[in-house]
């Protein structure tokens, strides 16, 4: 019996053997092009299912990996960069903060003043005059 199960090692012929093993595709799952794509689109309405789909994943899914990855939920993520890009207006010189608010995606000034608050511990004012640009004054914006 033993005998019939026995094979040589080696095939004669002087062709190489060759066993094809195909490098497996590894998703990419970094969040990084969706954040630029994200960033480039915070004066728009996004939601966590605009974001979810843009990844072709779930909102579970994508919830997941924001926590995993970047330690914040995808709602959280969205408002900080919005309250940063608000924020880079005011230091700017944007003197219309319904403007401000309406560039940043933050909808309402009220919305605005809330998070800028709750971000920084400054309203947008007391903001602006900590952080803008010295010698620029509003009416020197477009200069």
Request: net charge positive; proline share 8%; with cysteine.
């Amino acid at each position: 019996m033993s005998r019939r199960l026995v094979f040589a090692g080696h095939r004669d012929g002087g062709q190489r053997q060759f066993v094809e093993r195909p490098v497996p595709e590894i998703p990419d799952t970094s969040p990084a092009p969706l954040l630029a794509w994200a960033r480039e689109r915070l004066d728009r309405p996004l939601t966590v299912a605009d974001l979810a789909a843009r990844a072709a994943v779930s909102p579970a899914t994508l919830h997941r990996r924001f926590r995993a990855e970047l330690g914040t939920t995808p709602l959280a993520w969205l408002t900080a960069e919005r309250v940063s890009l608000a924020c880079a207006l005011i230091e700017r010189g944007e003197p219309r903060l319904d403007a401000v608010a309406k560039a940043s995606g933050l909808g309402t000034t009220a919305n605005l003043r809330a998070l800028i608050r709750r971000h920084t511990g400054l309203t947008p004012s007391a903001y602006r005059e900590r952080f803008a640009s010295p010698g620029r004054t509003p009416a020197q914006k477009g200069r």
